[in-house]
């Protein structure tokens, strides 16, 4: 095997209905991309060759994924145009006449034979929602009537494998326990995507007059100097570059939090948070190839100048960074800690 095809990426393509997971399944990308695996979600979705409809697409990703992962709820999602969905009947199992789109993703998936996970967040069986979605069902956007019989044709006809969810953070943890190819959870280098961040501190920087208004906002009490001090100590956080960088930078600490606690920024909030946790997870996980926690700083700002796009923009890189790590999104706060 050639050493392209040894480090190629694990592709997992993530299925669900936007408003219903849409939050949750971004977090899930973040923890599956701090662990070096693509996960492929909507929102990454771009314009590809040869594919002429948007179930063209989806047929695309599913079948050059590695793995799906299927997230399913009450909500439907709406249907392809029946032209579209015509040219990819063959497709369907015996019995079922249509589909919406995030229900053809699980049926491309069984058809190509990828390894496919399913995690319920609804339990039709019970009328249960375990999970509380970030939009209820619509019955005039969804076709509930068919999604429970989808439901049912998962559970009882095909007694597919699944596991319930009953919070972000106990599906990325149902996930990450599965077994996955070694490579994934111990790759030999860290890979991080940092042209999230690199989106951020360009918005951030030509919308400040956004948010003006908040920036007499109080510091958060993380920033106080005996919680760092320590957390200097438990992260091998020279006092030397605390004082000479980390220090220098907090004046624009106040811009940075008004702009993420503003109401305006929910949804770069929501970046920061699995960009964050991206970073922290990856890192803390190859902790003991960069001694002083310093080098961290170092390497993610070196792969942002590398992409270009933060040409002049040094100082506000680092002040991103040092955020983090004072706001406690980067390095651990207690000894114990775990990644």
Known sequence: MGSSEQHRPFHIFISRVTGEYGRVSEALAADLR?????????IDFRQEENTETTLD???????TADAVIALVGQRSGSYPPEAAAAKWAHVLPAGIAKATYTQWEVHFARYYKRRLSIYFGFDHAKATAHFKPEHPADPTADDLPGQEA??????????????????????????????????????????IHPQDLEKLIL???????LFAELTTATNDPEFAAPALKAKNEIN????????????????????????????????????????????????????????????????????????????????????????????CDLGRRTPEEKP
């Open 236 to 327: 091998n956080l020279s006092e030397e570059y605390f004082q000479s960088s980390v220090v220098d930078d907090m004046p624009q600490f106040k811009a940075i939090r008004a702009f993420l606690i503003n109401p305006r920024n929910q949804e770069w909030r929501k970046r920061y948070t699995n960009i964050a946790r991206q970073f922290k997870n990856k890192y803390e996980a190859h902790r003991n190839e960069f001694g002083a926690f310093e080098k961290i700083f170092d390497d993610i700002f070196d792969r942002l100048q590398a992409r270009g796009a933060l040409a002049g923009q040094d100082a506000l890189i680092y002040a991103f960074l040092h955020y983090m790590y004072c706001h």
């Open 150 to 191: 989808y439901a049912v044709w998962l559970t009882k006809t095909q007694g597919v494998d699944r596991d319930y969810f009953t919070s972000e953070h106990h599906l990325c943890r149902l996930v990450l326990k599965e077994t996955w190819p070694v490579e994934i959870m111990s790759g030999p280098a860290v890979v």
């Open 203 to 209: 918005f951030f920087d030509s919308n400040v007059d």
């Open 34 to 42: 701090s662990k070096g695996v693509i996960g492929k979600v909507q």
């Open 57 to 63: 697409k989806l047929e695309q990703y599913v079948r």
